[in-house]
């Protein structure tokens, strides 16, 4: 089968799980419509009584209630006949787009590979197998593609996974197709130097650099919620990266100007070894919910299978920049108090700002007050505070070296490597 059959059938099946996803849709609403329905007639049925039974000074009153219970009835029961017919054309067309997608796969001899799993199970199934046949194939992939969009935190694996794209787009003569995107989420928020570092790595390769801001940053959304993200509502990522980075599909596919629909390819630096939500990732997936008809978009994972030490190497090996924060033994780069961070880390994140001058460890200990809720179920920025000043006074402000974290990771010849690199790539 050839790449072009492969992404056609991609698209059959994000057509598919889209029609079962409205029908579903559909089919709730009608429920609800139903139930609303059976209490206004409840309620009509009660009104009826009143009014059969009230005493002449009453009766002006309860028969105006009827009529209320009566209208109120009649506009439930056309609730209904909307909410059915709505649910008889998304049952039609979504038994067209399997039936569609089931001649396809049965053409290509696809759907034998599911067995008896039934449709769902034949469409996952076809979903798997050529999504890992194309994550085989990254220079075909990239030659496929519209446009690549590398989202970038600045951070170790974003970079690795901008290297890695590169490479294989400058393989298939694809380089032109990249843009460089970074999420902005607030300027108290984040590490200084972040934005500009990834501009940096993104012009190493000549690339459009791109910054999608959210309207309200990461404290102002906090403030409106009046509450602290956690792992469960990981709203720093969604509403401030994912929501933000996906407004800028729309601005892509318009600027493509093809008549036909557009294969995005969405690359993100996500590693199956950071934690057990990512490891049910795969290494390539459909956007179904970016996805529509001027646009089939793919999320490729390019360094899902590599690990922290792997990343590391591939740092050491390109000589790519990364930001000095990984220096100081702070693992991830993300917001400067990470609701994913260990208290240890954030700890250390507190005596970095206060060797850096930032005032962000007071910022977020005041809000946490104004709030009246803790940054973690288990402890409050006010302990984590705490412990970096007992640990100040103990040992003093924290130092690093550059390479500290190669050090740290591949030991001290693979950082006399890497900072010789830097010198001769300079």
């Not at 935190?153 to 890695?164: C, E, F, H, I, P």
């Not at 007071?362 to 302990?383: I, P, Q």
């Amino acid at each position: 089968m050839n790449l072009t059959a492969r992404l056609h059938l991609l698209n059959l099946i994000r057509l598919s799980a889209s029609a079962d996803g409205t029908r579903r849709s559909a089919e709730r609403a009608a429920h609800r419509a139903q139930l609303r329905r059976k209490e206004a007639a409840a309620a009509r049925r009660r009104h009826r009584y009143v009014v059969r039974t009230a005493s002449s000074c009453d009766l002006d009153d309860a028969v105006k209630a009827l009529a209320d219970a009566e209208n109120a009835y009649a506009a439930r029961a056309a609730q209904v006949e909307t909410a059915g017919v709505r649910w008889r054309r998304a049952f039609a067309a979504s038994e067209r787009a399997n039936a569609r997608l089931g001649e396809e796969l049965a053409r290509t001899r696809m759907l034998t590979s599911a067995g008896g799993a039934g449709r769902k199970g034949a469409r996952l199934a076809a979903e798997i197998s050529l999504l890992a046949e194309l994550a085989a194939m990254p220079e075909e992939l990239i030659r496929a593609a519209s446009a690549l969009l590398v989202q970038s935190s600045a951070g170790k694996d974003s970079v690795v996974a901008l290297d890695r794209v590169v490479r294989w787009a400058k393989a298939a003569g694809c380089l032109h197709k990249l843009v460089v995107v970074h999420a902005d989420i607030g300027q108290d928020e984040e590490w200084p130097g972040v934005r500009d570092l990834a501009r940096q790595q993104a012009e190493r390769y000549g690339l459009r650099f791109v910054v999608v801001k959210a309207p309200v940053g990461f404290l102002g959304m906090v403030e409106k919620r009046g509450m602290w993200p956690d792992a469960q509502n990981r709203l720093c990522t969604s509403t401030l990266k994912r929501d933000e980075a996906a407004k800028f599909f729309t601005q892509i596919v318009e600027e493509l100007g093809l008549e036909e629909q557009a294969l995005l390819v969405n690359c993100l630096g996500i590693r199956a070894d950071e934690s057990p939500s990512r490891r049910r990732k795969s290494e390539l997936a459909i956007d179904h919910r970016a996805s529509n008809g001027r646009r089939l978009v793919l999320t490729w994972h390019p360094v899902f299978r590599l690990s922290e030490r792997e990343i590391w190497q591939e740092i050491v090996d390109n000589a790519l920049d990364y930001h000095p924060v990984y220096d100081t033994l702070i693992p991830r780069l993300s917001c400067i108090f990470c609701i994913l961070a260990p208290f240890d880390v954030l700890a250390r994140a507190v005596r970095l700002c206060w060797v850096l001058g930032l005032e962000t460890p007071k910022t977020y200990v005041d809000l946490e007050d104004r709030l009246g809720h803790r940054f973690k179920n288990k402890f409050s920025l006010a302990d984590v505070v705490a412990e970096a000043s007992r640990l100040e006074a103990a040992e003093g402000p924290i130092t690093w070296r550059r390479g500290d974290a190669i050090r740290h990771h591949l030991g001290e010849e693979a950082a006399t490597a890497y900072l010789q690199r830097l010198v001769l790539a300079a």
